[in-house]
C-alpha cells in the first residue's frame, strides 16, 4: 500500500531542494507519522492553505499534494487539525498525526508532507 509522510519541520524551509534529499528523511532526525492512502485520499484539505512546488517552482495552494511534497505553514495548522480530527475514526495512526500537529502548533513549527 501507498503511504504519506507527515513529518515535522522546525524551521522556515526556503524552497523544497532540502527535501527531496533522503538525507533530510532521517527517521531519527525527525518525528514522523505514516498513513495510508486509502485514508488521506478520503480527506478533502481544501480549506488548508499549504504550498508546492510543480516544475520546481513554489506554488501557493489550498489543498495536499498527494503526488509530491507539500508544505503546511503554521498559521494553517489550526485548520489542518480541524480536518483530521473530523476524520479521526479512532484510528491509532490518524491519533499519531492529530498529536504531531498539536505539537507543531504548540512550538510554531511547520509539517512537510510527502505524498505517494
Do not use: C
Not at 527531496?20 to 532521517?26: D, L, R, T
Not at 503546511?72 to 480541524?82: A, G, Y
Amino acid at each position: 500500500m501507498p503511504n504519506h509522510d507527515f513529518i515535522l519541520y522546525k524551521r522556515k524551509p526556503n524552497y523544497f531542494t532540502n527535501f527531496i534529499s533522503n538525507k533530510y528523511f532521517n527517521e531519527r532526525k525527525y518525528y514522523r507519522v505514516k498513513i495510508d492512502d486509502d485514508i488521506i485520499e478520503g480527506i478533502s484539505f481544501i480549506n488548508v492553505e499549504t504550498y508546492f512546488n510543480y516544475y520546481r517552482k513554489k506554488y501557493k495552494r489550498n489543498d495536499l499534494n498527494l503526488l509530491g511534497i507539500t508544505i503546511i505553514p503554521p498559521k494553517s495548522l489550526d485548520q489542518f487539525l480541524k480536518i483530521i480530527k473530523s476524520y479521526n475514526e479512532n484510528n491509532k495512526v490518524m491519533n499519531e498525526l492529530i498529536k504531531l500537529t498539536e505539537e507543531a502548533i504548540e512550538n510554531n513549527w511547520y509539517i512537510i508532507h510527502y505524498g505517494v
